[in-house]
């Protein structure tokens, strides 16, 4: 990954992040130490530490001689002294005191650091570098290809240039030994270049080229891990984890680290867990063991030809058992053990995922349509109640036409309603065949149908009421006012008579 979101170009120069190699971008925080003793005050007659540590692609890190005395600083780029011969770049990650105590945490005496500093690494030096860090993919490839044609059962999973770019180190997994002479000729050919070919395991090829665990987190292996122990079966066992080979299993193919991190807690746990207890003889039956918690010091028996299990504590069960040696057979397991469960605690902020849907708006639209259709649909196939509780039947489909144009189905007003017909006006007392229609619900009855004031209505002409809604029309017409007759009628200046 590099550096490439923090724009720092592959190195760790304050150029784009500022942070001085710790910008947390797995190439920079790669096996990241602290200097916690970088801003303390040193005495008057202290002289610093001569030997400061380096690293350099992936996890490998040295150390070096600073015989010239060399003001360094964390993140600053050298040139320092290789055992072929040559130059490499690397990166300063520890100076001062604290290098000490990382020798004696990796066991490296004074004596044994050879290697020197030669300089702050210049513009030609990091150039050059840059050029060299550009050719390792593509070198990469080319040299897949040529173990591909060789039949070689290898993998090279990563290529290490040297910075002054005569040497290039070649990292592959096998599962067995490989004789890669032809390999390395026809390499040398193709690059010009020193070869050196080095075989590392699974574990260290997922520590140099990373990766996000399935916890979401980046490897163990690859940020701050740098010893790799022995993981096996047993310790997802005493964890009672599922044992999941795929579930178990990391990036690289083994078994997580992970596994050990919690195994010494679970270990003295199991110290007060009674052993050899898989069943239990009482007069009830043989009683199992199902479950087991380590923490809670609970395990969980259930007799034969029976769904539910008792839950019992480690006390009584070490009782049982040793009555059980005994030859004492007891009645059964006892009194259960009620377990408490703590209530759930009451969040105080509300889940608001997936209320942010952009589709939110078109599924409530599409809903209530659905509805309105679905009223329609009723409405058009029942017929509706009529105040007085009468039943109204189908009406005749008759449009009401007033001066040759539809009347609109807005509410009619509560006075005297005028009727516009061949150019005249006529007051609504003038209505043939029909008493006066109540200013409630306005619902015609079938011909012959009865009246809410108890007369009944003759068949209507022509020009009567057509199919309308039925029931209670909600569907009205805001914008007429009701108390004005003169509502969509030609305007006339003479004012209707009144009844």
Known sequence: MGCGSCSTGGGCSPAGCKSNGSCLTNGCSKLDVHDWLSHMDMPTNYKPYSIVEVKFKGSRKEFYHNNDNIYLEAGDLVAVETTTGGYDIGHVSITGELVRMQMTKRHVKEADVVKKIYRRATVADVDKWKLAKDMEWETMHKSRTLALELNLSMKISDVDYQGDKTKATFYYTAEGRVDFRELIKKMAESFRIRIEMRQIGMRQEASRLGGIGSCGRELCCSTWLTDFKTVSTSAARYQNLSLNTLKLAGQCGKLKCCLNYELDTYMDALKHIPDNVNVLKTEKGDARLQKTDIFKKIMWFSYPREEAWV??????????????????????????????????????????????????????????????????????????????????????????????????????????????????????????????????????????????DGQQAGPRPEGGIGNRPQGNNNRRNNNRRPNNPNNNQPRNDNPPKSE
């Open 311 to 452: 839950p019992m504590p480690i006390a009584k069960v070490k009782e049982i058992q040793q009555q059980n040696r005994e030859g004492i057979i007891p009645a059964d397991l006892g009194e259960v053990v009620e377990i408490e469960t703590k209530p759930v605690k009451v969040l105080d902020y509300e889940n608001v995922v997936g209320q942010d849907s952009l589709t939110r708006l078109d599924d409530r639209r599409n809903q209530n349509n659905k509805n309105k259709n679905k009223n329609k649909s009723r409405n058009r196939n029942q017929g509706g109640n009529r105040p007085d509780g009468q039943q109204t039947g189908p009406r005749p489909d008759v449009n009401r036409q007033q001066g040759g144009s539809n009347r609109p189905e807005g509410q009619r007003p509560e006075g005297n309603r005028q009727q516009h017909q061949q150019g005249g006006n006529r007051p609504d007392a003038q209505r043939p065949e029909g008493g006066n229609r109540p200013q409630g619900n306005r619902q015609q009855n079938q011909q012959g149908g009865n009246r809410p």
